[in-house]
């Protein structure tokens, strides 16, 4: 079976200035468009500017959030530690959206002082609710040895070998899954 069609989004789950996760993101995709098994492409939560949860200014943003949540087959999510939690943001942008992500796949990618785990594991039980198969292999980046500063990304090579496995987990889960949809 061939995953060429799959759609993949890297979503770039932090907004707040000075963040991150661009650096995180373009790595990661950098990594996956050279496997030549699926489109990967970066989601930046920044581009959609979704209103808080149920405001209903935002109607136009939140129907641009679902449609292209909607046309994704799986997910990479990068996500920041904050308050031994994900972001609000990212909270915010997994409520906006509900039927859209039923059925697909994510992978998680995280970075903090402790590599971001406890957000990980946050962000895992909110995912089960949404109905998305969280992949097991989950890179954590820590702050004080991947970042030089806190601010520049300088990811040790032993890392590319898990986010490879990990991608390798969200394009078997996402193409299975891609049949309970069709």
């Given at each position: ?10 979503i ?10 661009p ?28 209103p ?8 136009q943003?939140?129907a ?6 909607s ?19 990212l909270?915010?942008a ?7 992500w ?18 990980a594991?946050h962000?895992?039980?909110?995912l ?25 990304f300088?990811?040790?090579?032993l ?16 193409t299975?899954?891609?049949s309970?949809?069709?």
């Amino acid at each position: 079976m061939t995953t060429t069609h799959l759609e993949i989004g890297i979503i770039l789950g932090s907004s707040r200035p000075g963040r991150v996760s661009p650096q995180v993101g373009n790595w990661i995709k950098t990594i996956a468009d050279q496997r030549g098994d699926a489109i990967y492409e970066i989601v930046d939560l920044v581009d959609y500017n979704l209103p808080f949860f149920g405001d209903p200014a935002g109607e136009q943003q939140v129907a641009a959030w679902a449609k292209k949540i909607s046309r994704l087959d799986g997910f990479v999510f990068v996500t920041a530690e904050y308050n031994h939690s994900i972001t609000g943001v990212l909270k915010n942008a997994l409520d906006s959206a509900r039927t859209e992500w039923y059925n697909k796949a994510a992978g998680i990618v995280s970075y903090g002082s402790s590599g971001g785990t406890r957000a990980a594991e946050h962000l895992r039980g909110i995912l089960a609710e949404v109905q998305v198969a969280d992949v097991r292999t989950h890179p954590a980046l820590n702050l004080f040895t991947d970042f030089e500063n806190y601010t520049v990304f300088k990811p040790s090579n032993l890392h590319i070998a898990h986010v490879n496995d990990m991608l390798n987990q969200v394009i078997s889960w996402s193409t299975a899954l891609k049949s309970v949809r069709c």
